[in-house]
């Protein structure tokens, strides 16, 4: 098992968001989470970023726990970021840094990373390095062209897609995206779509937090349905959209228009 | 008469002086310190939130005027050590004022910072200090220049309050010439505090320039 999310409780000061959450997936899977808002969908993403912090649960990658309640909940600064750097994540509102460029937003974490342990004499070298991989990941949103621009001077579905760029730069084992074209004009949702469908082609492993169903139908593996923060279903794709066991989601697919 | 112009101006020059250094020494003291008692005021630790609010209050809430005489008059009269220095006095007493509003106008500019931007930076494993130093400072150093540039321009003229203890500025000097029957002295001072404050305008114009390279 890649990843093996084990009992997730999480409570804000005066609601339980989530109520024990469990579930697990392989490497190059891609699970898409849906359910209305208020689910606890978002928060389960911020706690596997760990912006928020689990009150109990595990949470185990490659067969290593790297977080355990019992033991984390306090934990420091240094090893939070340690932690961190399994997970990308992806924002509804994307979150670039007006201030630097598409490529300097891509490079700017990975350069602070590595020049930190880095003697000297190499530091040249690996911001090169980091540029150039930089350079790449941009080539492989589609924004070539788009290499200076500002953030402002960007789309929003280009700025998203540096976004993406911009988390693909640390090479997380597993990237997340909090429904990444909620924000996006609907001319705009496609371009985000495919550049995710692409990183699922070559088996990027991906947790997806959406509204778009027809979307998550296609590009999934397993598809995890929330409710008042429980996971109320779970399955491949087929079944949790067209046999579901659970009432609640036929009402919420009607919802989202799906039939 | 032209002579004598020329006299009254380079006598006048020499109090604008004062508030030049004034100025000056105001703006590199409290600058610093004003960011110090901004974290003071957004900190996670409560008495030390309370107090620096409470600074914040006091001297706010008082006039400038008033706090340049405490600072002149109170070492002498309650710990028996008289302020020598009428310049030193000014000077602590504009940079304890100024310091207070600039802890404000910083603590505007970061609260105007997304959540999202400090999250951003903590998913892609920045520290702490990163985030602040690479991502949160230079945006708000961008928001707060006009308001900045406000409380500058305001600082160049409230120099000529530090006449209250009788440091010589341009005013000071000014009103000599008064006493003697000569008037247009005082008001050709505006004349000194206008090119400064046209000069700090295109100053600060040209900064801003420089940082709209980005929007946002």
């Known amino acids: ?259 | 008469m032209k002579h004598m112009f020329k006299e009254i101006t380079l006598q006048l020059l020499q109090g604008f002086g004062e508030n030049l250094t004034l100025f000056g020494l105001t703006l590199i003291m409290s600058m610093p310190l004003g960011l110090l008692i901004c974290f003071g005021s957004m900190s996670r630790f409560q008495p030390l939130r309370w107090l620096a609010r409470t600074y914040v209050w006091i001297i706010r809430g008082s006039p400038l005027l008033l706090q340049l005489f405490i600072v002149f008059y109170v070492p002498g009269l309650v710990f028996g050590a008289p302020m020598k220095n009428r310049m030193m006095a000014a000077l602590v007493a504009f940079v304890i004022n100024y310091s207070a509003y600039f802890s404000e106008i910083y603590r505007g500019g970061i609260e105007s910072i997304s959540v999202g931007q400090y999250e951003a930076g903590h998913v892609l494993s920045m520290k702490r200090s990163q985030v602040f130093m690479r991502i949160v400072l230079p945006q708000v150093i961008k928001r707060i220049m006009p308001p900045i540039s406000n409380e500058i321009i305001t600082l160049s003229k409230d120099t000529s309050l530090a006449r209250v203890i009788a440091v010589a500025e341009v005013i000071m000097v000014a009103e000599r010439f008064t006493a003697k029957g000569l008037v247009w002295p005082l008001f050709y001072t505006g004349v000194f505090f206008l090119l400064f404050s046209g000069f700090l305008t295109l100053l600060f114009g040209f900064i801003e320039k420089k940082l709209n390279y980005y929007r946002g």
């Open chain 1, 1 to 259: 098992m890649f990843l093996h999310v084990k009992n997730i409780y999480k409570k804000f000061a005066h609601a339980e968001v989530l109520k024990g959450i469990s579930f697990s997936m392989e490497q190059g899977q891609a699970l898409t989470i849906i359910g209305s808002s208020g689910s606890g969908k978002t928060t389960l993403l911020r706690c596997l970023n760990f912006l928020e912090t689990p009150d109990s649960g595990q949470i185990d990658l490659k067969g290593k726990c790297i977080y355990d309640a019992e033991r984390d909940r306090n934990c420091s600064d240094v090893q939070l970021r340690n932690k961190r750097l399994h997970f990308g994540m992806v924002f509804q509102q994307f979150n670039l840094f007006p201030q630097y460029t598409a490529l300097r937003n891509l490079t700017l974490a990975p350069e602070l990373l590595q020049l930190e342990r880095a003697p000297r004499n190499e530091q040249s070298a690996i911001k090169k390095k980091i540029d150039e991989a930089g350079r790449d990941l941009l080539i492989r949103v589609g924004l070539a062209d788009k290499m200076d621009a500002y953030p402002y001077q960007l789309s929003g579905g280009q700025q998203q897609r540096v976004a993406i760029a911009r988390a693909l730069a640390l090479n997380p084992d597993i990237l997340c995206f909090d429904e990444p074209t909620s924000a996006l004009d609907p001319e705009l949702t496609g371009e985000v779509l495919k550049v995710i469908k692409d990183l699922k082609n070559e088996h990027t492993t991906m947790i997806i937090v959406t509204h778009e169903m027809g979307f998550a139908e296609k590009v999934s593996d397993h598809v995890v349905f929330m409710a008042h923060g429980i996971i109320e279903e779970e399955g491949p794709p087929e079944k949790v959209f067209h046999n579901p066991e659970s009432p609640l989601i036929r009402s919420f697919l009607q919802k989202e228009d799906f039939y």
